[in-house]
């Protein structure tokens, strides 16, 4: 199974990036997915996950009402919509798939991406 992040890029305060996570070698229909980030210096963070059918979502509290996370699993694909960015949301953001319900739990993820940079100028 593989992961693969696209999306990242510098941006100013206040604009918006999407990023998308392309999954192959597996069907993601019956993985929760998960976003997490890290910045330097720091310890992985997580971000928001989704449940395998998209119903239910969970984000950490300094992004609520800013990022969405969606999933298309007819395309395999995980997005992750990230609006009114902040200097402090600068990181690389990393996707992840677990085999069981969507968690904030990094160490329950059995498939990781690549990551990709997320920098956001004041």
């Known amino acids: 199974v593989q992961l693969v992040e696209s999306g990242g890029g510098l941006v100013q305060a206040g604009d918006s990036l999407r990023l998308s996570c392309v999954v192959s070698?597996?069907?993601?229909?019956?993985?929760?997915m998960g976003w997490f980030r890290q910045a330097p210096g720091k310890e992985r963070e997580f971000v928001g996950t989704?449940?395998?059918?998209?119903?239910?979502?969970d984000y950490t509290d300094s992004v609520k009402g800013r990022f969405t996370i969606s999933r298309d699993n007819a395309k395999n694909t995980v997005y992750l919509q990230m609006n009114n960015l902040k200097p402090e949301d600068t990181a690389v953001y990393y996707c992840?798939?677990?085999?069981?319900?969507?968690?904030?739990?990094?160490?329950?993820?059995?498939?990781w991406g690549q990551g990709t940079q997320v920098t956001v100028s004041s």
């Open positions: 992840a798939a677990t085999s069981g319900y969507g968690t904030r739990i990094w160490a329950r993820y059995d498939y």
């Open positions: 070698g597996r069907t993601i229909s019956s993985y929760g």
């Open positions: 989704i449940s395998w059918g998209g119903g239910s979502t």
